[in-house]
DNA sequence: ACACAAAGTTCGCGTC
DNA sequence: GACGCGAACTTTGTGT
């Protein structure tokens, strides 16, 4: 990494590009996400009230894993398990 | 859309899972850009760092689009182009 | 405010005066609660699961008012109140 | 702590409590702080300043106190003071 | 103004 | 007991 005239610069080349490539993605399906709720504006459904029915369900999702996730602890913290593989 | 034993709720339902979806890649890609980070972290550079240079590049790449729409602007202003269709 | 002078100074100066004197109290408030995790954990509890048995209470909490807020939109929305007040 | 069917829950049930009520007025406090901004927006200041204010002020108070700690440091090293306390 | 997403900072733990 | 790592919490910026 000290070496900043040779392998360096093409190794920090290649993780701008990936990140950049990466992000450009990300941003495509944002826009997608957008059109999906506009053409369902179009269909009459209301935007906020189907935003709020996402989010609830990913709130519940969320839920039951942090409640599993929780029962882990509590069998760990009572020996009831070793180690999380 | 008052139909709410019907059709409606079919569409719903395929809004809902379409949204679903497209967030859930959304999701994964933000985590592969968090392990090229950590990857790169790994051979010694320094991720702080990193952000900012991908955040200058896009600032930079950001305004050199805007000064591309300015002088299209000029020159549709000055009659030098025709409208672009 | 462009009366850089007079009065915004002395508005300025009680601002930040303000806000200081509240996060000093929100940051000896932050001390605290580390105090009451550090003595539970001389107490032989777990450090880990009291944060996340916290964590999940809020969110209980959260998905309760959150359920709330869902039912009004459609009350609202099937027309069944007029404005929310 | 393994008695669990008495003292420790009475214990557990007070630790949470206590965590709860702290981090209750944690949150009031930060409340007001964002409506001492919204209030100071209202009066014309740009709350992005503001907060790069506050922010300033904290680091230089922090750099002070380090520095003073140093000087201590230095002046026990050099045995011209006592153990503090 | 409200909620969501991203970034930065801090904290608790395992290791040496 | 100090340091680094990984995770959690807080805060900041953005979009609706």
Redesign the pocket.
Same mark, same amino acid.
């Given at each position: 990494m000290a070496d900043t005239g040779g392998i360096a610069q093409d190794q920090l080349r290649s993780i701008v590009a990936r990140i950049e490539r990466l992000e450009e993605e @990300?941003t495509v399906l944002?826009t997608d996400i %957008?059109e999906v709720?506009a053409e369902a504006k179009g269909n009459g459904f209301d935007? %906020?009230i189907l935003? @709020?029915i996402v989010?609830l369900r @990913?709130q519940e999702q969320a839920e039951r894993l942090e409640e599993e996730?929780i029962t882990d602890l509590y069998m760990h913290a009572l020996g009831m398990l070793t180690t999380p593989e």
């Open positions: @990300k944002a %957008k709720y935007i %906020k935003r @709020k989010r @990913k996730e």
